[in-house]
């Protein structure tokens, strides 16, 4: 509205979408065990032993967190033995590229970690 | 080295620069500031409206963790007025591909804000 030096006076919006990426993705775990089940399905503990460091309720927590929005779904495989596997939705593949981008970069970018 | 069913026993690693991506970039406002700064150089308080309910010494912290992860720089543009800026390096700008990946991911995959 006002004539103020226009190169960094423009008004700035965050893009909304990529806030609730980060938010949701950054929450402790979930991006990664996205990115397990990139390669693809896997059960319970194979997940747990490939997050590391995680327990086994925070990673049931996560697990039913993805299946909610969509993002990972719950198979229950005929036996002996039944057993159950993770694996990622339509939705979930379609984050495989940006991780394989993100990965990269990190690789890249990032500081090595401490 | 066992002959376990293959099928879903095969040893499974977590992307570790993944892991890095999500955490570091999923740490509060640090991924919505360079996404904020894909636009171009902003000010400090263009930044703290665009992040909005940020605080300003939280919006400090996360530029100067940034700004040691080398990938947002500060400039002092001589005035008058004399002001700051602050700006995606090289390694920041690498990440624009991937943002725009998730951003266009999450607003097709990711349920609305509760």
Redesign the interface.
């Known amino acids: 509205m006002t004539t103020k030096s226009p190169e960094?006076?423009?008004?700035?919006?965050?893009?909304a979408?990529?806030?609730?990426?980060?938010?949701?993705?950054?929450?402790?775990w979930?991006?990664?065990i996205l990115?397990?089940l990139?390669?693809g399905?896997?059960?319970f503990s194979?997940?747990r032993?490939?997050?590391?460091n995680i327990s086994d309720s925070v990673l049931s927590e996560r697990l039913s967190e993805l299946g909610?929005?969509?993002?990972v779904q719950r198979s229950v495989?005929a036996g002996p033995p039944l057993?159950v596997?993770y694996s990622l939705t339509d939705?979930?593949q379609?984050?495989v590229?940006?991780?394989r981008?993100?990965?990269?970069?990190?690789?890249?970018?990032?500081?090595p970690?401490a």
């Open positions: 960094i006076h423009e008004p700035r919006a965050c893009d979408a990529l806030a609730r990426a980060f938010e949701f993705l950054g929450k402790r979930s991006g990664v990115g397990t990139r390669d399905p896997a059960g194979e997940l032993r490939a997050v590391g909610s929005a969509g993002l495989v057993s596997t939705g979930g379609a984050l590229p940006a991780m981008e993100l990965s990269a970069w990190a690789k890249k970018n990032l500081p970690p």
